[in-house]
T-cell receptor, first 110, second 114 residues
Framework: GDSVTQMEGPVTLSEEAFLTINCTYT??????LFWYVQYPGEGLQLLLK?????DKGSNKGFEATYRKETTSFHLEKGSVQVSDSAVYFC?????????FGRGTSLIVHP | DAGVIQSPRHEVTEMGQEVTLRCKPI?????LFWYRQTMMRGLELLIY????????DSGMPEDRFSAKMPNASFSTLKIQPSEPRDSAVYFC????????????FGPGTRLTVL
């Protein structure tokens, strides 16, 4: 069935390091893809999205490219900050029901 | 826009008590979702509504859980009777249906059942 697979965390980095969080999906059609971020004690909020193949979503220095051929939507950031510490969820939405990954915790040390 | 509003933010209750969680979606959104988040199971979709009508409640864990949406601006999730294993953070989210759009989440209700 439809699913999202994210790399397991926690991912621990030093400030200014490069970040990659892998995400692959299994879907029958051509979904819209999303990355959500959840800061401690808060709900999920949209970080970026891409709606068709080869689209690149970007926000706050984060980027992800919709790769249809590899069914992937990896999240990257060139230089992380302590304030980026949070849980990141990959998701897709093909119908009205979204499918979420398990989430990847990112911890950034000064 | 105030975003999705949930109340209460924290709820502590004793096993066997009834718990009611409340949600006000964003105006104009015709889809409303209830989720439960735990360390063990991650984010689980419990039920969703379209235009106030429950569409899929297959994620509701047991008959002890029920949800209603009497109008476009209000929904409740009720647990009766509550059990310690119901302890979790419960999120409400809303979205437009078309185009397929992102969801907007509320801040969540942290439920602790003693």
């Amino acid at each position: 069935g439809d699913s999202v697979t994210q790399m397991e965390g926690p991912v621990t980095l030093s400030e200014e390091a490069f970040l990659t969080i892998n995400c692959t999906y299994t879907a029958t059609g051509y979904p819209s893809l999303f990355w959500y971020v959840q800061y401690p004690g808060e709900g999920l909020q949209l970080l970026l999205k891409a709606t068709k193949a080869d689209d690149k979503g970007s926000n706050k220095g984060f980027e992800a490219t919709y790769r249809k051929e590899t069914t992937s939507f990896h999240l990257e950031k060139g230089s992380v900050q302590v304030s980026d510490s949070a849980v990141y969820f990959c998701a897709f939405r093909e119908s009205y029901i979204p499918t979420f990954g398990r989430g990847t915790s990112l911890i950034v040390h000064p | 826009d105030a975003g999705v509003i949930q109340s209460p933010r924290h709820e502590v209750t004793e096993m066997g008590q009834e718990v009611t969680l409340r949600c006000k979606p964003i105006s104009g959104h015709d889809y409303l979702f209830w989720y439960r988040q735990t360390m063990m199971r991650g984010l689980e979709l419990l039920i969703y509504f379209n235009n106030n009508v429950p569409i899929d409640d297959s994620g509701m864990p047991e008959d002890r859980f029920s949800a209603k949406m009497p109008n476009a601006s209000f929904s409740t999730l009720k647990i009766q009777p509550s059990e310690p294993r119901d302890s979790a953070v419960y999120f409400c989210a809303s979205s437009r249906g078309y185009p397929v759009d992102e969801q907007f989440f509320g801040p969540g209700t942290r439920l602790t059942v003693l």
